[in-house]
């Protein structure tokens, strides 16, 4: 049998990482199967309705009986956990990991290499172009939960009241800014969050942009490719002009610019509806979700704002059990219906099959009957493959981020912040030992 590649060979990389210790520890909370009881595993996630799903799966069964522990989101310091953890060798069994964050948990060796655990039952049962956000150089490091692709969430009230038609393009995009701000003063029709590298990377995305790939055996990075460069002219134009505002997403600005109407549209991922409902109950009937605008509608195309997947670490002693926990999460409808059971929720599946089982959970009242999982099975389809998320994003992110303040305030522009965000990242990948290729312009 030949022996399984290092980590960092597997993901394009120059220095072998040593899977010898990964393989053989141990969590700290975690036990095999025995005579004497259940196998136990430790779970660690920020997800909303986790516990509910660990109720509904230790009831299930009697061979595997789950510990949950709730953590703070990753930008909250779930992930400096997570890691901090795993340097001191009691990781949990399984962690919840966003697909941004995957590429950098694999090279530094926190989630296993689960390919020979991943079943064909399960690789059936999920989103082809999802399990490949997971997947690098055909080895594969955590199984997806939800993809989420990024749509258009727009006020019918104020777009009947000032006669607007929903945007099918980016060019007819821009001409209803123009028209928002002409009818409608002190209104716009979006915001550019400042705080919102991810989003600006899922438009690039959609745009056409590859950030990162590991063709030839390296980390070869462009983040200033051009759709890159055509996305942040575009936006660019658009804060120049006055049409959008550009501020931070999550701050009480922007909180107020969507209670008070301020803002007529959003833009992201399909969990972003039931995070309105939960937010603003009293603008129940005045929202509708449409698909994003496109730069060439006969070839539409989306990317994914959002999402979570889930890994087995490095310090799991029990993968085969930990892998029909998390097989059991991502497909099974009890799952499903447990962590919806939460509250108000609309994740959309990585598995199809469980898209009914949204459906039928999520109460349509706030949106005036719109059948929302059908326009996000509609969008799924469409999200392009090809794009993988760079080894260190967290620190892409807040260089571009940084930049994008700057922009927002008047001092250079959302191409500087792209320049500087790619001339950020490689020392970062270089310190990582990774065989790196620069493309910029």
């Not at 009691?90 to 989630?111: F, H, R, S």
């Not at 610019?257 to 603008?283: C, E, F, N, T, Y």
Request: proline content about 6%; overall charge neutral; some cysteine.
């Amino acid at each position: 049998m030949p022996a399984r590649p290092s980590r960092r060979s597997v993901l394009a990389a120059s220095l072998a990482f040593p899977l010898a210790g990964a393989l053989n520890a141990c969590s700290v909370d975690g036990s095999a199967p025995s005579a004497a009881g259940p196998a136990r595993l430790t779970f660690w996630s920020a997800l909303r309705g986790s516990q509910q799903v660990v109720d509904a799966f230790n009831r299930s069964q009697n061979r595997i009986q789950v510990v949950f522990q709730q953590i703070p989101s990753g930008d909250q310091g779930g992930y400096a956990k997570l890691s901090n953890a795993a340097r001191a060798g009691n990781a949990p069994d399984v962690a919840t990991i966003e697909y941004p964050q995957v590429p950098g948990y694999a090279i530094d060796g926190v989630a296993r290499d689960i390919t020979d655990l991943v079943s064909d039952r399960l690789r059936a049962k999920l989103l082809p172009q999802a399990l490949r956000l997971t997947t690098f150089a055909g080895r594969v490091f955590t199984v997806p939960l939800d993809v989420e692709p990024i749509v258009l969430h727009y006020r019918t009230d104020l777009f009947d009241q000032y006669g607007l038609d929903v945007p099918r393009t980016w060019d007819e995009f821009a001409a209803t800014a123009r028209l928002v701000r002409d009818r409608a003063p002190g209104r716009r029709l979006a915001l550019f969050p400042t705080d919102g590298a991810l989003q600006f990377a899922v438009f690039a995305w959609q745009a056409g942009a590859r950030w990162f790939d590991t063709t030839g055996g390296a980390w070869n990075v462009s983040l200033a490719d051009a759709p890159t460069r055509r996305v942040a002219d575009y936006w660019q134009g658009l804060i120049e002009e006055n049409l959008v505002y550009a501020n931070a997403s999550l701050s009480r600005q922007n909180d107020a610019q969507i209670a008070q109407g301020l803002v007529l549209a959003r833009l992201s991922g399909a969990w972003d509806a039931g995070a309105q409902m939960k937010a603003r109950p009293a603008q129940k009937g005045k929202w509708a979700i449409a698909p994003l605008p496109q730069w060439d509608p006969a070839r539409p195309v989306v990317g994914t704002h959002g999402g979570s997947t889930f890994a087995v670490t490095k310090d799991c002693r029990n993968p085969e059990a930990a892998m029909e926990f998390i097989e059991w999460q991502v497909a099974h409808p009890d799952a499903l219906r447990a962590r919806l059971s939460s509250g108000t929720s609309s994740q959309y599946p990585a598995a199809p099959a469980l898209v009914d089982v949204g459906r039928a959970a999520f109460d349509r009242a706030y949106y005036v009957g719109q059948d929302i999982y059908r326009l996000f099975e509609t969008e799924a389809a469409k999200i392009r493959d090809g794009w993988i998320w760079g080894p260190r994003m967290s620190a892409t992110q807040r260089v571009l981020q940084d930049g994008f303040a700057r922009a927002g305030g008047g001092q250079g522009s959302l191409l500087d912040a792209v320049r500087a965000a790619e001339a950020g990242t490689m020392p970062d990948l270089t310190a990582l030992g990774l065989a790196t290729t620069e493309h910029s312009s």
